[in-house]
């Protein structure tokens, strides 16, 4: 009893298959069977020899004209409506390609994201007897290297020669002063500052994917967004200290700068010698930046070339003290 239910179920599918096909053959088999009727019963029925019926049948040549026409057109039409479907096909195919290119890269930035949480969480610090764990041990060398600063009294400027820096008329003494003061935070930034290589780079590389991977056309705006809100203000701080100091961090003062992230040192605490180095060696006014408008500058140093430290000025201004800057830098390194 099951065998034979089993089968009728499997004829009953075979037949709805076969009425499937047989559908489309029905006009062919409907215009046989006119041809046959037409053969075999309609054509013995007229009047005439088989010479008169030739010449019945040649009175139709002017419609065989038009159907071979309108068979012309159809294959015209049919031609036309395949290169539409081929023109559909490759569309969809390229917005296919498109899209997972688009997966493919959210997915490797929410790696590269938990990948950089990851590092962060496990960062651990030992100091004094006392363990120090994940995004504290940031907050620690950040505090740690402004007290340094302070105490080096290398966080403020006399109101007297920051006045005349703001009207570019420093004096000698003045770029002498000042290049004490910045070498006390390049200093501290290089020596005191607790530098996380494994967390930095992992910052780096997901950066990177993020302005410089997935298809180039695409807008990247909200990616900057979503990462700029898992940035914490203790990061930010961490990140503005290792742009700012370290010469060799030239890709992730870029990076920063292409992603919108340097928005976030506006918010952070900072002296005004740190935005004053910041504006003069990297070419990024802190002051300037909109948070919520995103103006950021065009350009930014990149570290490649000591003779453009700073943008281009004129004779006899604050300039010179750069020079001994650079020595610096050329000693550390």
């Given at each position: ?259 919108t992230l340097c928005t976030k040192f506006y918010t952070i605490k900072k002296t005004k010698v740190q935005k004053i180095i910041y504006k003069e060696y990297w070419g990024l006014d802190i002051d300037s930046l ?44």
């Amino acid at each position: 009893m099951i065998l034979l239910i089993t089968y009728c179920k499997y004829d009953l599918n075979y037949l709805s298959r076969t009425k499937k096909k047989l559908k489309y053959l029905f006009p062919f088999l409907v215009a046989l069977l006119i041809f046959f009727i037409y053969i075999f019963f309609a054509l013995p029925l007229i009047p005439g020899t088989r010479e008169e019926k030739g010449q019945f049948g040649d009175s139709f040549g002017v419609l065989n004209t038009l159907f071979t026409g309108l068979g012309f057109a159809g294959l015209t039409v049919t031609i036309k409506l395949q290169l539409d479907q081929i023109r559909q096909n490759q569309k969809e195919l390229i917005q296919n390609l498109h899209d997972a290119s688009i997966s493919k890269y959210e997915d490797t930035l929410f790696r590269l994201l938990d990948l950089y949480k990851s590092s962060t969480d496990s960062l651990i610090l030992n100091d004094s007897g006392k363990t120090i764990n994940g995004i504290n041990v940031l907050k620690h060398s950040c505090e740690h290297l402004n007290t340094r600063i302070k105490k080096d009294k290398g966080n403020e400027i006399s109101p007297d020669c920051l006045a005349r820096y703001k009207n570019n008329i420093l004096t000698d003494d003045d770029q002498m002063y000042l290049d004490e003061i910045f070498q006390i935070n390049f200093r501290n930034i290089n020596f005191s500052l607790n530098r996380q290589t494994r967390v930095i780079e992992s910052f780096k590389a997901l950066l990177r994917h993020l302005e410089r991977q997935g298809p180039s056309e695409m807008n990247r705006d909200e990616y900057r967004r979503i990462i700029s809100s898992q940035i914490t203000y203790i990061e930010a701080t961490y990140f503005f200290f290792i742009s700012l100091g370290i010469k060799s961090e030239s890709e992730l003062r870029e990076l920063l700068l292409s992603s919108t992230l340097c928005t976030k040192f506006y918010t952070i605490k900072k002296t005004k010698v740190q935005k004053i180095i910041y504006k003069e060696y990297w070419g990024l006014d802190i002051d300037s930046l909109n948070t919520n408008e995103r103006e950021l500058p065009k350009r930014i140093y990149t570290g490649k070339s000591n003779k453009n430290l700073m943008p281009q000025q004129e004779k006899n201004t604050k300039i010179p003290y750069i020079i001994k800057i650079q020595n610096f830098f050329q000693k550390l390194s």
